[in-house]
């Protein structure tokens, strides 16, 4: 049986105007990361009569949350990144995520992806943390078998 470990969480955001890595060492916050899908897969309909059907949906759309540190450099390097693509049409829309987890063999590709907001800023007690939520239209994932074992 194979172990869990955010040290195997590795991902990137590739775009206009940088890069960044996220994973073990970019002051990511305890939640990590969440890929979440946009709608249901189906939609199931019951008739009047108790027949029913099933529509398969065709999106493979969602989003990502990357969640960090307030002092985590990533933050400067997404909000660079934000100032840059949504000052032109023409950068926006067109980052690449990839998470990867290597203990599982798990990878998640999302493409067309654009910044859904500025992340809420929080001034308080306690640091806190900043989400960096991106809507992808394609995300595609394997959850590969243990590499361990």
Known sequence: MAAYSFLDVSGTVIGPGG???????AGAAEEGI????AEDKNVMQ??????????????DAGK????LLKTSPLNAVFM????????????????TIA????????????QLCAFNK??????QKEAGMNEW???SIKITTILGATLNG
């Open 64 to 67: 990502v949350t990357f969640r």
């Open 19 to 25: 890069a960044g890595i996220f994973g073990s060492g």
């Open 99 to 110: 998470v990867v987890v290597t203990s599982t063999g798990d990878l998640h590709t999302c």
């Open 133 to 135: 939520v991106f809507d």
């Open 118 to 123: 500025k992340p809420e800023i929080n001034y």
């Open 46 to 59: 019951i008739g009047a009569d108790g027949n029913g059907q099933h529509s398969l949906i065709a999106s």
């Open 80 to 95: 660079a990144m934000y100032d840059l693509q949504s000052a032109a049409s023409s950068l926006w829309g067109t980052n």
């Open 34 to 37: 969440t890929i979440t899908p």
